[in-house]
């Protein structure tokens, strides 16, 4: 009887010992949480990353990594959450070590993603949880078919050729661009698609129409202020679309915030890199681009 209650004591010690052991904080080695990531956070890495993170994290994790994927409830723990606030004190070889070794559930990446990727992977998680001043990465809101993302190529393409006039301050060039994205944004208001449902199709249909009314207006306008003061309501429409329904550019585009525009009141458009000319001021007076945000092109959640 003795020996059988030192047993059964014995047997809960081993299992609290056993509870706490998995309790425990995840951390990484130091030697580990030291390594350089040797892969720098461009936005092609950050694209690159949240490839593979769809493919691998994506399940457990969820697509924005709050740690709701699909198969997150049927796990006997939690994935982490990748956009909590203690990310950002682990470094990124830590989290580069975690991704490689794993922890029961979560497998190991080790012979599944090539070192390189795994850097990628790290890069995009880092931009799900950005440091402060770092820059916004913003990933579409809806799985917009393929067709209906090529009219926003259309748009993108006009909009590009009315920042670039604005910014070399060529009034007849902005204009005569500004109507092409209106028939543009005109084309893709008709558009329509089985694959969305009502409420996603009437909110294309109305952010179509304010980009054809904005570029109108932008064309009719007389003064470079004028359009200006357009062109910054056409960024923040444009802005929205391709939040919610993404963009079929091979790269990011880059939401560029210029500090000078209206008198240091500041104003934002959308470019390719903050190393171009900005649209808000004349090609002389040129150095106030800061990036802000990266909006990533739409990606169907199988490839
Ligand atoms: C089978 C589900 C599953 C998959 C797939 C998975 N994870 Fe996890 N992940 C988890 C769970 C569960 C935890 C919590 C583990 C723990 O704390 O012991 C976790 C924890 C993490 C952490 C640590 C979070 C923290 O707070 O320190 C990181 C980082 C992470 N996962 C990244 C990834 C990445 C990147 C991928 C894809 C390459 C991935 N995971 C794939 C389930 C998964």
């Known amino acids: 009887m003795r020996l059988f209650r030192l047993s059964l004591l014995f047997l809960l010690i081993v299992s609290a010992l056993a509870l706490a052991s998995d309790d425990e904080a995840w951390k990484a080695p130091k030697r580990h949480a030291r390594k350089k990531n040797p892969i720098e956070a461009t936005a092609e890495s950050i694209s690159n990353g949240r490839s593979a993170f769809m493919k691998e994290c994506m399940s457990c994790h969820g697509e924005k990594g709050r740690g709701d994927g699909p198969a997150a409830k049927d796990l006997e723990k939690k994935p982490g959450d990748l956009t909590d606030k203690s990310l950002l004190d682990q470094t990124d070889g830590g989290l580069f070590w975690k991704i490689t070794t794993g922890r029961t559930p979560m497998p190991s990446f080790r012979s599944i993603l090539t070192d390189e990727q795994r850097w990628h992977v790290v890069n995009f998680v880092r931009a799900l949880a950005p440091r402060e001043n770092t820059i916004e990465i913003i990933t579409p809101e809806f799985d917009t078919p393929e067709h209906m993302r090529a009219h926003v190529s259309g748009i993108l393409e006009a909009y590009f050729n009315v920042s670039n006039a604005l910014s070399r301050e060529a009034t007849d060039n902005a204009q005569c661009a500004a109507r092409s994205l209106a028939t543009a944004a005109n084309d893709a208001s008709d558009e329509t698609t089985d694959d969305l449902t009502e409420p996603v199709l009437a909110s294309w249909a109305e952010v179509s129409a304010e980009l054809v009314k904005g570029a109108t207006r932008l064309s009719t306008s007389e003064s470079l202020a004028d359009m200006r003061r357009c062109f910054s309501d056409l960024t923040s429409t444009l802005n929205t679309f391709v939040r919610k329904f993404g963009h079929a550019e091979s790269d990011p585009i880059a939401l560029i915030h210029c500090g000078k525009a209206f008198d240091g ?19 002389i007076d040129n150095d106030c681009n800061k990036m802000v945000a990266w909006l990533l092109p739409a990606q169907s959640k199988s490839d």
């Open 265 to 283: 009141d500041g104003a934002e458009w959308l470019g390719h890199d903050d190393g171009a000319s900005s649209p808000y001021l004349g090609p």
